[in-house]
């Protein structure tokens, strides 16, 4: 388990849906950090039914980039480091600019 991770930024994008993409900075060995578990609550609906992480990528030491659809920006996502706070959603910054959202 990755001991910290944090969200760097949230960028809405355009698509049909809502969906973010979203830059996150992990501490420690990535190699063991399951995407797969990134996620967020949905009240009432069971865990299968939530969201996660699509589309992961390396975008430098330590970071990465995945889409995320249906983002609620008011609560954390969860993740195996635990809960990850989210910042206010910003533009796609520069070095992010050549990641292309594709329909899962």
Known sequence: MAKRARVIGIHPIAADEPVYLVELEIAGD??????????????????????????????????FAFFFHNLDTTRSLLSPAGRLHLPPESPVPEHLQDIRYELP
């Not at 949905?42 to 390396?58: F, I, K, P, T």
């Open 30 to 63: 990535a190699d063991d950090f399951d995407f797969g578990e990134v996620t967020q609550e949905v009240s009432g609906q069971s865990r299968s039914n939530w969201q996660a992480a699509y589309d992961e990528r390396n975008v430098g030491e330590n970071r």
